[in-house]
């Protein structure tokens, strides 16, 4: 098996894409967030003693997108294009959290894109457990993947 992150002599090392081409890429992911009533409604209403967490959240999640080669070994410091974090309420319990992430590079945005939902995810935890000790973040996952030409 090729390991694409150890190099020849068995040393960890950053996969070179210097002979890539650039592509406009992109990359998508979701979080779910499951809470009870009290932190639900309180989310909603703006009114948690934090202030206002999906404000806050979203801010999160745009900036550990930007972060992620900082945050996470090996991978590759990339020019991002565009962040979009955004909310949709499942049911009355349930906060679905999804990323988009674009760059023009040699490489993709996948990480990023998971980075950005999994740190909203944990910026509502934080500022929803005084409320709700028993928050569950999950299925935090790539949702969609894209490469093509850049226009």
Not at 14 to 43: G, H
Not at 49 to 68: M, P
């Amino acid at each position: 098996m090729n390991l694409t992150h150890v190099a020849g002599d068995g040393s960890i090392a950053m996969v070179d894409v210097a002979a890539k081409p650039q592509m406009d890429r992109r990359a998508r992911a979701r979080a779910i967030v499951r809470m009870n009533e009290e932190a639900s409604t309180a989310l909603r209403a703006a009114t948690l003693k934090k202030g206002d967490a999906l404000v806050t959240a979203q801010i999160a999640g745009i900036q550990a997108a930007k972060q992620t080669a900082t945050l996470i070994p090996l991978t590759h410091p990339l020019p991002l294009e565009s962040i979009d974090v955004a909310f949709t309420w499942e049911d009355d319990l349930t906060l679905r959290i999804e990323s988009t992430v674009r760059t023009i590079a040699r490489t993709g945005v996948e990480m990023e894109a998971l980075t950005a939902v999994a740190v909203a995810a944990l910026t509502i935890y934080d500022m929803c457990k005084a409320l709700d000790r028993e928050i569950v973040i999950e299925s935090v996952r790539l949702t969609e993947k894209t490469k093509g030409p850049v226009a």
